[in-house]
């Protein structure tokens, strides 16, 4: 059976499914990658030690297909792989950046309603990290502590402390796997019990010794039967963990990456480091290391004298060459950094001997990058910050392997709602690059969109609004801290039109945080006011689904819901309204860029700086991009769904012709003030970020011809349109 018959009208329609032609492209797009013929080892001669040697680079064939909401694309590229194991009897993987995405395959019925359609049935798997599972000898050791130290004193601590350790005791030899993880827990009773007024962390309770065979049964049981299944459901960062020699999934000959455009985010994760000293020694004592107090007290001392280096430079980051030639500074960093003894044999320890060889100018982390001194642009909390200049390599040692090793599949489909970068003039030309891929494997790369799926209005922002960020000026050093009008002018669209209910997408939990002390209350618990949730770093992202069963939620304030989760409620989405409150663009350090710019002069075929520079702007503006795009999907994820999006950052670059069109309608109705206001405002707004001239590139290109239709929300808390009658 050809996919064109598996999702053929009838095969359809006996299913209870609506076959859609858009589907039926991404499932034949899926079928060419996987049937395409492999390339020959590609020979190439390298130099070691003064010789000349032959090696074999094997590569994956690979597809790149972008396929936005609404294309089925899940279903669309299970049921090739179906047909893939059936003739060539070869297991498969799938990986996916989020939870909720592995839900949706597994236990949202993709998967099951794949096997109907094919009729083909198969033997399938999740394989997640070690740890992810909970270790019961650890949890024991807890246990001792806790009751020894008076932590159970309160009878509601120890009520919830008792249910977890019985849940553990509970476990039997055939247990399934998954339900001796932290997830399985949080599933049934929420969240983790508390200790000393704090729900307890996670990484305590943990599995992190796969030696201790009794202590890790479920988990090599786990990580055993999903080698053995025909497939297995990953997620990226254990994936990557083939780019370092350690095979979690087996031997596949075809791998589905979803949400691929975050497999170079998980890299960076990987590779990336940001280590403030005193939270270091709080975390390694979380994770059980026995810390002394003159460790403890030298990681204190340690961040305050960056606090101190920190105001020297006026918070900019500082380079590793710029450090080291503050002499007197670096050898009591050093000193600090000795005093600080963390077994090296830890995650902590490790990460203090790597920035020791860096400050004493030996290599310290693997790959090209930069390591800084840096400061958190808010709260201006230190760091030592060691960013990758280029992950692609890292990714490429998964497609591509010398001599007796080979790729972690022969065919590789890469797909996404937002693979392209939509920073680029051509979004798609240059994606393989991301993931280390040669042009002459990508055997096919397509954008698909359905031509409708959802309704999409908008209103834009009044640019006579305060920017989000503001720096004030004090006698030492200048500080940056959020705007108090823009702040208050989020309040206001959150407060507008009660009735509607609201998702609020911010970047940050500090910007949640700032909200909720302009309303008087404290950061850092989520906390419910006048029927709006905000979120806050205490609580997980999926608790917060348990709130929208609130018939009195009027809006939820967050910044975890740009991706992998559908706010579906009795089959209708749970909003009318999507406010995004500002372009995501993360902070981004100049001595990075600088750094990026030179590497690029020395590893490419790139001579001049100018254009250098711009393709480091372009890649810096992908991520702020795709993620304006991801957060824009929560709006649409079925087809009758309508949805109203508010974009309240008023760096956004405004179409002229927009906004003379409300200018015009103003001044019909009588306020020439406000039209002669915004029209200023128009006129003189500055040269953007890329991501803030661009935006409209993550919008779906069904949904482009509304935003020249968009209404404004004006500072006085109105919402003007175009025309005065529709106001």
């Known amino acids: 059976m050809s996919v064109r018959e598996v999702f053929g009208i009838t095969n359809c329609r006996q ?154 005791r509970s476990w039997g030899k055939d247990i399934d796997p998954l339900e001796t993880t932290v997830l399985a827990w949080r599933d049934t009773y929420g ?55 350690v095979d979690v999934i087996g031997t596949v000959g075809a791998l589905v990456v979803d949400e691929a455009d975050r497999l170079a985010d998980a890299a960076k994760s990987m590779l990336s480091k940001r280590l403030r000293p005193h939270l270091l020694v709080e975390d390694a004592r979380k994770r059980g290391v026995e810390i002394d107090e003159e460790t403890a007290r030298a990681g204190r001392q340690l961040s305050a004298l960056m606090i101190d280096i920190g105001r020297e430079f006026s918070w900019r980051d500082i380079a590793l060459p ?33 920035i020791r060889k860096l400050l004493r ?23 030592f910050a060691f960013e990758p200049f280029d992950v692609a390599d890292f990714v490429g040692k998964l497609f591509n392997a010398w001599d007796d090793e080979r790729p972690i599949a022969n065919h590789v489909v890469l797909t996404s709602a937002s693979l392209s970068n939509p920073a680029s003039r051509k979004p798609m030309e240059h994606i393989h690059q991301d993931f280390g891929l ?32 503001q720096r004030v000026e004090e006698e030492l050093y200048d500080r940056v801290e959020f705007s108090a009008q823009w702040l208050d002018y989020v309040a206001q669209a959150i407060a507008t039109e009660p009735m509607r209910r609201k998702l609020v997408l911010s970047p940050s939990f500090t910007e949640v945080g700032t909200l909720l002390e302009r309303r008087g ?19 997980p992202a999926h608790m917060l689904l348990r709130a929208l069963q609130d018939p009195k939620l009027r809006a939820i304030v967050t910044p975890s819901w740009w991706e992998g989760v559908n706010l579906v409620i009795g089959g209708a989405l749970w909003m009318q309204d999507l406010l995004i409150t500002r372009i995501p663009i993360p902070p981004y350090s100049d001595v990075l860029e600088a750094a990026q710019i030179d590497h690029l002069l020395r590893n490419s075929g790139v001579r001049d700086r100018d254009q250098a520079r711009r393709i480091v702007t372009t890649q810096r503006a992908a991520a702020p991009m795709r993620k304006l795009l991801q957060g824009i999907g929560r709006g649409t994820r079925n087809p009758h769904d309508d949805v109203r999006v508010w974009l309240l950052d008023p760096r956004v670059d405004c179409a002229s012709e927009w906004a003379y069109d409300i200018v015009l309608a103003l001044e019909e109705a009588g306020r020439s003030e406000d039209a002669d206001a915004i029209s200023l405002a128009v006129d003189n707004q500055p040269s953007r970020h890329i991501a803030l001239k661009r935006w409209r590139n993550a919008i779906p290109s069904r949904f482009m011809p ?21 106001v």
């Open 361 to 383: 100018g030996e290599k310290g982390y693997e790959g090209d990058g930069v390591m800084t001194m840096s400061f958190s642009p808010v709260r201006h909390l230190p760091a």
């Open 706 to 726: 509304a935003t020249q239709d968009a209404a404004m929300f004006l500072q006085t808390g109105e919402l003007q349109c175009k025309t005065p009658s529709f």
């Open 438 to 469: 040669g042009r002459d494997v990508v055997v096919l790369r397509e954008k698909l969109e359905p031509a409708s799926f959802g309704r999409m209005s908008f209103v834009l922002p009044d640019p006579r609004t305060k920017e989000p960020f």
């Open 521 to 539: 209350r404290a950061q850092g618990t989520t906390t419910l006011e006048d029927d709006v949730l905000y979120h806050q770093p205490d609580q």
């Open 15 to 168: 299913y209870g499914m609506q076959a859609r032609d858009v589907q039926v492209r991404v499932a034949d797009c899926v079928e060419q990658v996987l049937s395409a013929p492999m390339l020959p080892a590609k020979l190439i001669e390298l130099e070691k030690d003064g010789k000349k040697e032959q090696h074999a680079l094997h590569r994956s064939i690979a597809g790149l297909i972008e396929a936005g909401t609404g294309t089925g694309k899940t279903l669309a590229y299970l049921a090739p792989l179906l047909q893939y194991i059936a003739k060539h009897k070869k297991r498969v993987a799938i990986s996916t950046y989020t939870r909720a995405l592995q839900r949706q395959i597994l236990t949202g019925g993709d998967l099951e309603m794949a096997m109907r359609l094919t009729g083909i049935n198969v033997t399938y798997g999740v394989r997640i990290g070690m740890g992810n599972f909970v270790s019961r000898a650890r949890v024991e050791i807890l246990d001792k502590k806790m009751r020894e130290g008076g932590d159970l004193d309160d009878a509601d601590i120890r009520d919830q402390w008792d249910r977890f350790v019985s849940w553990v």
């Open 191 to 245: 969240d983790m019990p508390s200790r000393m007024g704090r729900p307890i962390e996670e990484g305590e309770v943990m599995l992190r010794n796969a030696d201790d065979v009794e202590d890790a049964m479920h988990y090599l049981r786990h990580a055993k039967a999903a080698k053995d299944c025909d497939i297995v459901i990953t997620n990226h960062a254990s994936l990557l963990l083939r780019a370092w020699g």
């Open 322 to 354: 710029d450090l080291l030639s503050l002499v007197d500074h670096v050898e009591e960093v050093l000193a600090l950094l000795d005093a600080m003894r963390i077994p090296q044999s830890t995650e902590e320890g490790r990460a203090l001997a790597s």
